[in-house]
């Protein structure tokens, strides 16, 4: 291995930050009976009975469509936005079939919450704040100020964003930007902040940008080390391969998917870290409630109390979110995020007349906003209650999730649905927030591998074919857990047996089939769509969509991904030394791998080191985002080498290439 390996290992930076660069679509093998063109399969009587239970629910309470619609100043059609390239970053038509009844392929809950997202266009929140909805996975919110706007999370990309304003200057007119708020630090509430606003803008206008705490290190740094590997999970998630339609992607739950565009960010001018913190942009008098560590690492809320109006950033929204997400991320706090809502409470429930977030449509009247996070943090108080009652009397996680379900008074509300996260593995993410992923059964200590326990398994359970036939018998009586179950150890024991890869996808469909939460849906169907057609073939991560969202990334963190993609068997016995002499930034890290460990530091230029590259931190950035090839970088007349240009090959040679398109649903 040379020093591509450098580009291959940096290719993955941040990679699950942009859950969305992978275009939806999907193979269109032969088809097999009752199978669609992607080789998805029909419902199930079963499916079709198991959806049944779900009208037991008020699904044809009018109300949230009502709210959801309310307020409509404006709604273009059709919503198709491209990028500079002519290329497709959002299109509303792939949702067309939403339109219809729900399908018997599809959950009707999810189907209704998935209705509710489709809906877009530019809102009336009150006089003088608008949303526009619906052109991107999250809401992009103004507010009149005196002399002009205040815009709050400008969506995920450039493009979005860009359209998005564009609607709200056709019918509000035009007035300058005077500042913008970021209320926290997932990409899809700041990305698209230089489709409103350059950064020349930003800095020869005087606009104000405001967010929190630590916002710049969490927005930048979130998913560096397991960047690649979150990735891969985000496309599972998100139904990244998935088509759109009543046998695949048909919601988040959260909103539709993540936008496919380029990402940045700004520098805040200001940040928040205390509760309350009053600050007044363009006349227009905000109080802050600083909530870290909840459902992000740096997050606010805020109220105008002119306006009486609450934003519940995505801290309160129209679904229980996620204590665990499945993409893979630390696990939240859900004491403190039930805290931090009942704060809400004390602070502005007394006087708020409209509660607003940055997902879904907002709550007007001040019972009604009450009621809502009300039961909203008493969905995350119980959860962690019941979760540490039982596990204090001994139960295991998936004991847990099996027995838990919310109480009469909070199952029924819509909003406390898991249609992103679920109770089921909300639950898993407490019990491992306090005891971790060991549940103290011995036999659970030192598990054997996937693919040994799967050969095991069928070895024992008497070979290929009566594990298929228990399957099969398994599924045929909707038994499907336990059809995966079997299915799961036979593809890991023999991956090229299509009988069961066929069968485990046919089980991974009907469970899709009946999820109520988009993202378990979206798993299932991806995990039966790569059965049937493979992992995705090997590609970039798209890292060029976020060049300038590099540039702000420190350099420590992409130092200590670089650390992760050391292989340690073969370094057991080396001993190297390199100094990255940045000469635009006048700094020096100098790397040294001893005891098989990659160390990185601060520090003058080590004149005892093998080799020194001087460089600059844009060129490095370059060879990360894909800009140039490893050829092209270390030809590069910004670079010089001096010392053993062999040591550093040698080094560079150490750092192992991900895999960024891994297998999941098999060794």
Not at 331 to 339: I, K, N, P, T, Y
Not at 341 to 346: R, S, T
Not at 578 to 593: A, G, H, K, P, S
């Given at each position: ?29 032969a ?46 059609e ?10 497709v970053v ?5 949702y ?18 998935a ?7 530019l ?52 007035r ?19 489709g ?9 206008q005087?606009?104000?940008i ?40 048909v ?33 227009v ?22 306006k ?21 991320a630390?696990v ?37 906003i ?63 927030w306090?005891f ?25 359970m ?14 045929d009586?909707?038994d ?24 485990l ?31 995705p ?12 969202l590099?540039?702000h ?40 791998i001893?005891?098989a ?10 004149p ?9 931190r ?13 050829r092209?970088?270390?030809?590069s ?31």
């Amino acid at each position: 291995m040379t020093s591509v390996g450098l580009l291959r290992s940096g290719a993955g930076l941040c990679a699950a930050l942009f859950l969305a660069c992978v275009h939806p679509g999907a193979d269109t093998p032969a088809m097999a009976p009752e199978a669609d063109a992607s080789g998805a399969t029909a419902a199930s009587a079963a499916t079709r009975a198991a959806n049944a239970t779900y009208q037991e629910l008020p699904l044809a309470d009018g109300a949230d469509r009502r709210d959801a619609e309310r307020g409509l100043v404006a709604r273009e059609e059709p919503l198709v936005i491209e990028n500079a390239q002519g290329e497709v970053v959002w299109d509303n038509r792939q949702y067309a079939f939403l339109e219809e009844a729900a399908p018997d392929t599809v959950n009707p809950s999810l189907w209704r919450q998935a209705q509710l997202n489709h809906l877009h266009g530019l809102y009336e929140v009150a006089p003088g704040i608008h949303q526009v909805r619906g052109y991107d996975l999250s809401n992009f919110t103004v507010i009149e100020g005196k002399t002009g706007r205040i815009i709050v999370d400008p969506l995920t990309a450039k493009e979005t964003a860009a359209a998005a304003y564009a609607l709200v200057e056709k019918h509000l007119g035009e007035r300058p930007i005077r500042a913008v708020i970021f209320t926290h630090s997932h990409i899809d509430h700041f990305g698209g902040i230089q489709g409103i606003l350059t950064p020349e803008e930003i800095e020869e206008q005087g606009v104000n940008i405001i967010a929190p705490a630590h916002f710049m290190d969490e927005a930048t740094s979130e998913n560096v080390i397991a960047g690649v590997g979150m990735q891969r999970r985000a496309e599972f998630m998100f139904g990244a391969r998935l088509p759109r339609g009543a046998r695949g992607h048909v919601d988040s739950g959260l909103g539709r998917a993540p936008a496919y565009g380029r990402v940045g960010i700004a520098e805040p001018t200001e940040s928040v870290d205390r509760t309350p913190t009053e600050i007044v942009l363009d006349g227009v008098r905000f109080l802050f409630q600083y909530t870290p560590e909840s459902e992000a690492p740096a997050e606010f809320m805020f109220y105008l109390p002119e306006k009486q109006a609450l934003c519940g950033a995505e801290v309160v929204t129209r679904t229980m979110h996620n204590l665990y997400t499945l993409r893979g991320a630390k696990v939240r706090d859900a004491l403190r995020w039930s805290g931090y809502i009942d704060e809400a409470l004390q602070l502005f429930g007394g006087d708020a007349e409209v509660l607003f977030s940055t997902h879904h449509w907002p709550t007007w009247g001040n019972a009604e906003i009450v009621d809502y996070l009300k039961k909203q943090r008493d969905t995350y108080k119980y959860v962690h209650d019941q979760t540490m009652r039982l596990a204090n009397s001994g139960a295991t996680p998936q004991e847990i999730a099996d027995t838990l379900e919310l109480p009469p008074s909070l199952r029924p509300s819509f909003a406390n649905r898991g249609y992103y996260g679920t109770v089921r593995h909300n639950a898993k993410a407490v019990y491992q927030w306090y005891f971790g992923w060991y549940d103290g059964n011995p036999a659970h200590l030192d598990p054997l591998p996937p693919k040994q326990a799967g050969e095991k398994y069928v070895a024992a359970m008497g070979g290929a074919d009566e594990v298929l036939r228990k399957a099969q018998a398994a599924f045929d009586t909707d038994d499907l857990r336990f059809a995966a179950m079997l299915l799961d150890h036979l593809v890991f024991a023999e991956p090229g047996n299509d009988d069961a890869r066929e069968l485990l996808a046919r089980t991974y469909d009907q469970l899709g089939y009946r999820a109520e939460s988009g993202p378990w849906r979206d798993v299932y169907l991806v995990g039966a769509h790569e059965l049937r057609h493979g992992t995705p073939e090997p590609g970039g991560t798209r890292l060029e969509l976020a060049f300038d969202l590099l540039r702000h990334t420190p350099m420590e963190r992409f130092l200590e991904s670089f650390a992760t993609r050391l292989n340690g068997p073969d370094a057991a016995d080396v001993e190297l030394a390199v100094n990255l002499d940045f000469t635009d930034t006048r700094e020096n890290y100098t790397l040294w791998i001893e005891n098989a460990v990659l160390h990185h530091r601060q520090q003058p230029v080590d004149p005892e080191a093998d080799a020194t590259v001087h460089l600059t931190r844009e060129l490095l950035l370059e060879l990360i985002a894909g800009r140039k090839t490893a050829r092209e970088f270390l030809f590069s007349d910004d670079l010089d080498v001096d010392g053993s240009r062999t040591a550093l090959i040698r080094f560079f040679s150490l750092l192992e290439a991900p895999e960024a398109n891994f297998a999941i649903i098999e060794p």
